[in-house]
């Protein structure tokens, strides 16, 4: 249950591996040859791209740190089901920062592959947790209708900006395909404001009941 100590400590695991994860992702640049800190051009022509590639990462990790959190969280309960559910979001955190390294250091169209695969697979398993608990009651209220619809468009707009950058990395260029998932940052701010509208759409306007008094009013009509 939320209150049991076994709780705390699934959630403190979950979180630590998202701090390993996040941790390890400097270790990714790593060019401190003397060459590559002789000037700024130099270092930025030896650490540019895998500096860009921790701030992407750096990003992406935080935010399914910050999601995966408040979901779990929430729940009223973790059963086993959920716990080898969310391990294996985990298995998917702790190989962003292999697959970022990759991305940083070679300028070829099978690291962005990778690195989209990664962080769609991991993306779509939380969704898969959250779709999952609510279905056996494990977050409190079931979902509406609505909030269902919402949730499962949102699950999939990220995997399919990144699993279409495949082809990009392939057919134009790697950084032509990294350049696709800078969309997201337009995308979800919409799918956000489209949400908020269909919502206010949704709810009936209910003006304010005028209060009555029910009961008769008597005057005291003089004798």
Same mark, same amino acid.
């Given at each position: 249950?939320?209150?049991?100590?076994?709780?705390?400590?699934?959630?403190?695991?979950?979180?630590?591996?998202?701090?390993?994860?996040?941790?390890?992702?400097?270790?990714?640049?790593?060019?401190?040859?003397?060459?590559?800190?002789?000037?700024l051009a130099a270092l930025k022509?030896?650490?540019?791209?895998?500096?860009?590639?921790?701030?992407?990462?750096?990003?992406?990790?935080?935010?399914?740190?910050?999601?995966?959190?408040?979901?779990?969280?929430?729940?009223?309960?973790?059963?086993?089901?959920?716990?080898?559910?969310?391990?294996?979001?985990?298995? /998917?955190? @702790? *190989?962003?920062?292999?697959?970022?390294?990759?991305?940083?250091?070679?300028? =070829?169209?099978? $690291?962005? &592959?990778?690195?989209?695969?990664?962080?769609?697979?991991?993306?779509?398993?939380?969704?898969?947790?959250?779709?999952?608990?609510?279905?056996?009651?494990?977050?409190?209220?079931?979902?509406?209708?609505?909030?269902?619809?919402?949730?499962?468009?949102? /699950?999939? @707009? *990220?995997?399919?900006?990144?699993?279409?950058?495949?082809?990009?990395?392939? =057919?134009?260029? $790697?950084? &032509?395909?990294?350049?696709?998932?800078?969309?997201?940052?337009?995308?979800?701010?919409?799918?956000?404001?489209?949400?908020?509208?269909?919502?206010?759409?949704?709810?009936?306007?209910?003006?304010?009941?005028?209060?009555?008094?029910?009961?008769?009013?008597?005057?005291?009509?003089?004798?």
């Amino acid at each position: 249950m939320r209150d049991d100590l076994e709780f705390a400590r699934a959630v403190t695991f979950f979180d630590a591996i998202f701090a390993f994860s996040v941790t390890l992702l400097i270790t990714t640049v790593d060019d401190f040859s003397p060459a590559a800190w002789s000037s700024l051009a130099a270092l930025k022509e030896a650490n540019g791209p895998g500096l860009l590639a921790f701030a992407i990462s750096f990003v992406v990790v935080v935010s399914f740190w910050r999601a995966n959190h408040q979901e779990v969280t929430g729940f009223t309960a973790l059963d086993s089901r959920v716990l080898l559910l969310n391990c294996m979001v985990m298995f /998917g955190v @702790v *190989l962003i920062p292999f697959a970022t390294e990759a991305l940083g250091k070679l300028d =070829l169209p099978l $690291p962005v &592959a990778v690195y989209a695969v990664v962080i769609s697979g991991t993306y779509l398993m939380q969704r898969v947790v959250v779709l999952d608990a609510d279905r056996r009651g494990l977050n409190g209220d079931r979902m509406t209708r609505h909030e269902m619809t919402w949730t499962i468009v949102n /699950g999939a @707009v *990220l995997p399919l900006i990144f699993l279409a950058s495949i082809p990009v990395a392939y =057919l134009v260029s $790697p950084g &032509a395909a990294q350049r696709c998932w800078i969309s997201l940052a337009v995308i979800f701010p919409v799918l956000g404001y489209l949400q908020r509208a269909q919502e206010r759409r949704s709810t009936p306007d209910t003006p304010a009941a005028t209060e009555q008094d029910d009961t008769p009013s008597t005057s005291k009509d003089a004798p």
